[in-house]
């Protein structure tokens, strides 16, 4: 059975399903009629959003690139490489296009001539940290998304809710399961709260605006 999650908000084609399976993820992934943005499945559970990206959510998204960047500015030694939005499969049992996707340190993928354009776990190592940009998606973002990222032991994981204008940081631990940190362990010692306050300013501010202050913060660091 497919129901709508954004009953509210008719123009937002967002479907979820359970029960589903691999083929009917690589039915809707490859469907040539229809297009979707977002795209997840994990034990069962097929989520898919064919709607289009609002000003709001791409606004934190991008803010969220140049901070990454100006970061790695301040911290070549780093090695950080962005794929946000980049579709992710573990054959068989679990896809996810997470709105920020960071590598870090070496063997990072690379796309080749003839290789499908995606990551594939089967042969390339999982992201060091991915996060969701949560417009009208926070409930699933933190729940059925969280799961899925821990059942493929990304390290950490950032839910940032354009609403509250806050940032869930969550670690993956020993147990497998993510608890919230207030420093990341990816970016080592930057702190979870400058990156909320630097969200903060978008209600005052541009996103490059934000991302100058930010910038500002790290230098005094």
């Given at each position: 059975m497919i129901i709508s999650l954004e009953q509210t908000h008719p123009?937002?084609?967002i479907?979820?399903?359970h029960g589903a399976s691999w083929q009917d993820y690589l039915s809707v992934r490859d469907n040539p009629?229809?297009?979707w943005r977002?795209?997840?499945f994990h034990q069962g559970w097929l989520w898919v959003d064919m709607g289009t990206e609002g000003p709001n959510h791409a606004s934190f998204s991008d803010l969220m690139t140049i901070i990454f960047g100006f970061?790695?500015?301040l911290h070549p030694e780093e090695s950080l490489q962005s794929y946000g939005r980049c579709l992710i499969e573990k054959p068989q049992t679990q896809a996810c296009a997470p709105d920020l996707v960071l590598y870090k340190g070496e063997n990072i993928p690379k796309w080749q001539p003839g290789v499908k354009r995606?990551?594939?776990l089967a042969s390339d190592r999982i992201p060091d940290?991915?996060?969701e940009i949560a417009d009208t998606t926070l409930s699933i973002d933190l729940d059925e998304q969280k799961q899925l990222y821990a059942s493929l032991g990304i390290q950490e994981y950032w839910v940032i809710d354009t609403k509250g204008m806050r940032l869930f940081a969550f670690g993956l631990g020993e147990t497998g399961k993510y608890t919230e940190i207030t420093q990341s362990q990816v970016l080592t010692g930057l702190p979870?709260?400058?990156v909320e306050q630097t969200l903060e300013r978008l209600g005052t501010e541009t996103n490059t605006a934000a991302a100058n202050w930010f910038m500002q913060q790290l230098q005094q660091y």
């Open positions: 123009s937002n084609l479907t979820e399903r009629e229809g297009k977002k795209i997840s970061w790695a500015f995606r990551i594939d940290l991915v996060g979870i709260a400058l």
